[in-house]
C-alpha cells in the first residue's frame, strides 16, 4: 500500500504529476471518444503536427513562455482547423486529404522558421513538456482547458451526437451542424495544446485517443463509453506514474504504454465486440 | 588569335606567379567545431586566421545537423579544430562527405581523459537502481552516476567509448587545447607560426591566472557547500580539478527524458544532503529544475555555460569569460 502512497505523498511534483494526468485525463478522452465514433482518430495525430510549429513560433517570440506557446498553438491549430473546413465544404476536395494538405504545410512553415532563428537550442526538449515539472501556470491551464471542454461538451452534446449518428441528418434539420464541427475540432486542438504541456505532443494524442479506444470494447452507449474511457485513462496515468517512480521509467511514455496494456486487456476481453466474445460465439473464427 | 591566348597564358601564368608570395599572406582557413573551440582559434591565431565555428555560441553540439554552407566551409579549410574524445560523434562523416583535405587537430591530445569505469555494457537501470541509496555518498558516488549517464548516450549517437569529453571545462587542460592549436597553425602556416607562439605564450599566461582564481574562490567555500545540482553532466573535469560536486537530475545527454524515480532521487538527496544551489544551464530544460528548487527550498542559480559559448552580448563571448561566469554564479549562489 505504502508502494501505492508514498511517491504521491513525498513529493509535491508527484501529486502535481498526478493532478495534470487527471485532468488531461477527464478533458481529452471525451474528445477521444467523440474523435472515434465519427471515423477521426487519426485526424488527433495530424492535428497535434498542425499545432507544433505554432508552439514553436510562440517559443521563438517570446521564449519559455506558456502564454505565448499555448496561443501559437491554438491559433496554428485553428487555423488549420478552420481553413480544412472551409476547404472541404467549397471545394471538390475532401476533409480528410484538406486536412493532411494543410498540417503538412503547417509543420513545414514550422521547422522553417525554427531553422531560421539559427541557433539550433533542443527545441525539441523545450517544446515536448514534461509531467514532472508541471508548475502552477501549466496546472491551471490545464484544469482550465478540461473545465472548458466539459462544459462546451455538455453544450454540444446532442448536436454532437447526432452528428456522430447521422451528419446528413443534422444537415438537414438545423443550422447546427457546421459550428458543431467546428467547435469539436476548436475542442480537439486545446486539449491536444493541454496534453503537449504535460505529455508532449504525440503522447497528448495517446492519452486522447487510447483510453476512447480501450471504452469501446466495454460499453455500447456514448455515455457508457466516456465514463470507460476517463476511467481507464485516469487508471493509466496513476500506473505510468508510479511505474516511471519505481522503475525509473520516463514518464510520459510509461503513462500512454500503461493506456496501450489497458487497450490490449480491453481488445482482447473486453465484454463488447473483443476477440473473446466474438471468438466463441462462433468457434470458427478461432484461428 | 593562337598568339594571343599564348599571351593571355603567359601573362596570366606570370601574374600568378607573381601572386603567390601574395596568397600566402592571406587568412589561413580554419573550421572549429563548436564556440569554445572557436574562441580558443581566435585567441592564438587573431587576424591572421579566417574562422568558421560551426556550431556557434548557444548551440547543442550534441544535436548538432551539419547545413551546406558547414560542408562547404569544412571543404575549404586548411586546418580543422575539433575536441575529440568523442564529442563529435558526426565530425568523421563530415569530413569524410566534404572530401576535405585539411589537417586535423584534435585539441584534447594530450589531455588525461576521465576515464568511464561503469562499463558500457551495463544498463541504464542497473546503475540507477543504487542512486536513490547513494544519494548522499561522497563525490565519487555523483561522478559514477554521470559517467554512467554519459555511457548510455555514447550508445546512442556519439559512438565513442568511455571518456568524458567535457574536458575544456579545467583550465588546465584548456591550457593544453591552446598548445596543440598552436601547433596545428605553425604546420599549416609556418610564416604566422612566431606570432602563433607570442599569442600562445600571452593567453597561456592569462589561463594561469584564471586558473588561480577559480582555486582561490573555491578554496573560500566551506567544505560542506561545494555540492551543485545542474541539469547538464558536463562539469566532470571542473569538478574534478576545483574539487565541486555536481550532480544532475537527468543524464548526460541533453536527449534523455527524466524518469519520476530520477527526480524523486534528486529531490531527496537535496534534502537529506542540504545542498542550497541548482543551477540551469543554456542548452536544457529548465522547468523540471524550477520543480525542484521550489519543491526543496533550494535556490536557484544564475546560468552556467557548459558545453556553448554566450553570442557576444552575452555574459560568456569568450572562454575565460565563460570561466569567470560559472566560477561567480557558483561561489555567489555556494556562500548564500
Redesign the interface.
Known amino acids: 500500500m505504502s508502494w501505492l502512497i508514498d ?1 504521491f505523498a ?5 501529486q ?2 498526478l493532478l495534470g494526468c487527471l485532468a488531461i485525463s477527464l478533458g481529452a478522452t471525451p474528445v477521444g471518444v467523440f474523435l472515434m465514433l465519427r471515423r477521426m482518430s487519426l485526424t488527433g495525430d495530424a492535428m497535434a503536427h498542425a499545432i507544433l510549429p505554432g508552439a514553436a513560433v510562440g517559443y521563438l517570440v517570446a521564449g ?1 513562455n506558456l502564454g505565448a506557446m499555448t496561443i501559437g498553438g491554438v491559433v496554428a491549430g485553428l487555423a488549420v482547423a478552420l481553413l480544412t473546413g472551409a476547404v472541404a465544404r467549397v471545394t471538390a476536395l475532401r476533409e480528410d486529404a484538406s486536412l493532411a494538405a494543410f498540417y503538412l504545410i503547417s509543420l513545414a512553415l514550422g521547422v522553417l522558421l525554427v531553422s531560421l532563428k ?5 527545441l ?3 517544446l515536448f ?2 509531467v ?4 502552477n501556470a501549466a496546472l491551471v491551464l490545464l484544469c482550465a482547458i478540461t473545465t472548458f471542454t466539459l462544459a462546451t461538451l455538455a453544450l454540444i452534446f446532442r448536436p454532437l451526437v447526432l452528428e456522430c449518428a447521422d451528419p446528413r441528418f443534422l444537415a438537414s434539420v438545423s443550422r447546427w451542424s457546421g459550428p458543431v464541427h467546428f467547435i469539436f475540432l476548436a475542442l480537439v486542438v486545446l486539449n491536444l495544446v493541454a496534453g503537449f504541456q504535460a505529455l508532449g505532443t504525440l503522447m497528448a494524442v495517446g492519452i486522447m485517443i487510447l483510453p476512447a479506444a480501450t471504452a469501446r470494447f466495454w460499453a455500447t452507449s456514448i455515455s457508457g463509453m466516456l465514463v470507460v474511457a476517463a476511467v481507464s485513462a485516469s487508471l493509466a496515468s496513476v500506473v505510468g ?1 508510479l511505474m ?11 503513462i500512454i504504454l500503461s493506456a496501450g496494456c489497458l487497450y490490449l486487456l480491453s481488445l482482447g476481453f473486453g465484454p463488447v465486440g473483443s476477440l473473446f466474445t466474438r471468438a466463441f460465439p462462433r468457434p470458427h473464427l478461432d484461428a | 588569335m593562337l598568339t594571343r591566348r599564348l599571351l593571355l597564358a603567359s601573362a596570366a601564368a606570370t601574374a600568378l606567379a607573381f601572386a603567390s608570395p601574395a596568397l600566402a599572406q592571406e587568412r589561413v582557413k580554419v573550421v572549429a567545431t563548436f564556440s569554445i573551440l572557436g574562441d580558443l582559434v581566435a585567441q592564438v591565431g587573431g587576424d591572421r586566421v579566417q574562422l568558421v565555428t560551426l ?6 553540439a ?4 551539419p547545413s551546406p554552407a558547414d560542408a562547404q566551409a569544412v571543404t575549404d579549410a586548411a586546418l580543422i579544430v575539433a575536441n575529440g574524445l568523442g564529442f563529435e560523434g558526426w565530425m568523421d562523416r563530415l569530413v569524410e562527405a566534404s572530401g576535405t583535405s585539411a589537417t586535423i587537430v584534435t585539441a584534447s591530445t594530450g589531455v588525461a581523459p576521465l576515464a568511464i569505469v561503469e562499463a558500457a555494457k551495463a544498463g541504464a ?1 542497473d546503475d ?2 543504487d542512486h536513490a541509496a547513494e544519494a548522499d555518498h561522497d563525490e565519487h558516488a555523483h561522478d559514477e552516476h554521470g559517467h554512467e549517464a554519459e555511457t548510455v548516450e555514447a550508445h546512442d549517437d556519439h559512438g565513442h567509448g568511455a571518456e568524458d569529453p567535457h574536458a575544456w571545462q579545467s583550465v588546465t587542460n584548456v591550457a593544453i587545447y591552446v598548445e596543440n592549436i598552436a601547433k596545428g597553425l605553425s604546420a599549416a602556416d609556418p610564416e604566422g607560426a612566431a606570432l602563433y607562439t607570442a599569442n600562445t605564450t600571452a593567453y597561456l599566461e592569462k589561463l594561469t591566472a584564471l586558473d588561480a582564481e577559480i582555486r582561490a574562490a573555491v578554496a573560500t567555500l566551506p567544505a560542506g557547500k561545494r555540492t551543485i545540482v545542474t541539469s547538464h553532466d558536463s562539469f566532470g573535469y571542473f569538478a574534478a580539478a576545483y574539487g565541486l560536486t555536481f550532480v544532475a537530475p537527468q543524464g548526460m545527454s ?2 534523455a ?8 532521487a534528486m ?1 531527496t538527496q537535496i534534502r537529506e544532503t542540504g545542498i542550497n544551489a541548482v543551477f540551469v544551464e543554456n ?6 529544475l ?3 528548487a ?2 526543496t527550498g533550494a535556490t536557484i542559480g544564475g546560468t552556467l555555460f557548459s558545453d556553448a559559448l554566450s553570442g557576444p552580448d552575452g555574459p560568456a563571448p569568450t572562454y575565460v569569460d565563460m570561466m569567470r561566469h560559472n566560477l561567480k554564479q557558483l561561489t555567489t549562489a555556494l556562500a548564500s
Do not use: C, K, W
Not at chain 1, 513525498?10 to 508527484?14: C, E, K, L, P, T
Open positions: 511517491p513525498d513529493f509535491a511534483f508527484m502535481r504529476a519559455l539559427g541557433s539550433n537550442v533542443d525539441m526538449h523545450v513538456g514534461t514532472l515539472a508541471l508548475n506514474l516511471s517512480y519505481h522503475a525509473g521509467l520516463p514518464s510520459g511514455p510509461a | 556550431v556557434g555560441p548557444d548551440g547543442d550534441h544535436v548538432y545537423q537501470h540507477h537502481e541533453t536527449e527524458e527524466a524518469s519520476a524515480r530520477d527526480v524523486a529531490i542548452i536544457a530544460d529548465p522547468r523540471l524550477d520543480q525542484i521550489s519543491e
